[in-house]
């Protein structure tokens, strides 16, 4: 069984579904079950430490509630991956997973030139079917699908075709560039996963995710890059400080 050695008091007024849950929880939070790793199944787990399957469920459900267990369909119960809190800052999530300590994993989907469309040409400053950049990636980290990201970024901004972007962060090319950007405006929402996001994010159809729209400027007041990025819920999430003044 994927986890720690139970030891329950049956005497105890404390119901077993919840010394089981807490149990579980000290495991996933001191790093004795790692985040990914599968536990048996609630007729196993049951079965080892005497109790009815009813109990053992209702203790999976406690760590499903809080966010640390998730059941998946064709897989079973995993522990959920550490979720990635990102403070609202003109920051990449490159950079972002990086000072973090992750080691984040990019997949370039595709990158090439096309039209602007209206909202990409309204973002960018440009006219309607100006060529841009367009590159679309998937992010992971700890081999889980993190997001989804769609960059546009003018032409004459820099030529995309002349780096590694599976290898390289897009703000870390953009500086390396020459790009000082200053200040960027942000758009945070939510709404469900279409077939290929899904697919691409490991979810269904219709699951919700986390957005976000960026344009980013430079120290000139040039819109320099665009981004139309979805990311996983149970993996992510923004934060930012409020303060009275």
């Known amino acids: 069984m994927a986890g720690p050695?139970?030891?329950l008091d049956r005497s105890s007024p404390v119901p077993l579904y919840f010394q089981v849950a807490e149990q579980f929880e000290k495991a996933i939070l001191d790093g004795t079950i790692a985040p990914g790793e599968r536990i048996d199944n609630e007729i196993s787990l049951a079965a080892d430490l005497g109790l009815s399957r009813p109990t053992m469920r209702q203790a999976i459900q406690v760590l499903v509630d809080k966010g640390m267990l998730v059941r998946k369909r064709g897989v079973g119960t995993q522990v959920v991956h550490g979720k990635i809190r990102?403070?609202?800052?003109?920051?990449?999530?490159?950079?972002?997973?990086?000072?973090a300590g992750q080691k984040p994993r990019?997949?370039?989907?595709?990158?090439?030139?096309?039209?602007?469309d209206e909202d990409v040409a309204r973002e960018l400053q440009l006219s309607k079917g100006a060529d841009v950049w367009s590159l679309e990636r998937l992010r992971f980290v700890d081999k889980e699908p993190l997001a989804l990201m769609h960059n546009f970024i003018p032409i004459d901004v820099v030529d995309l075709e002349q780096v590694d972007l599976a290898e390289t962060g897009l703000y870390a090319y953009l500086r390396d560039s020459g790009i000082v950007m200053r200040v960027a405006r942000q758009r945070i929402g939510?709404?469900?996963?279409?077939?290929?996001?899904?697919?691409?994010?490991?979810?269904?159809?219709?699951?919700?995710?986390?957005?976000?729209?960026?344009?980013?400027?430079?120290?000139?007041?040039?819109?320099?890059?665009?981004?139309?990025?979805?990311?996983?819920?149970?993996?992510y999430a923004f934060e930012l400080t409020l303060v009275d003044r």
């Open 106 to 116: 990019t997949e370039v989907i595709a990158i090439g030139r096309v039209p602007a």
């Open 86 to 99: 990102r403070s609202v800052e003109l920051t990449s999530l490159h950079d972002d997973l990086s000072a």
């Open 5 to 7: 050695r139970f030891t």
């Open 190 to 235: 939510a709404r469900g996963a279409t077939v290929d996001e899904g697919r691409l994010l490991r979810e269904r159809k219709g699951a919700p995710l986390l957005t976000m729209q960026r344009t980013a400027y430079d120290n000139a007041g040039r819109a320099v890059e665009y981004g139309r990025h979805a990311y996983r819920p149970d993996l």
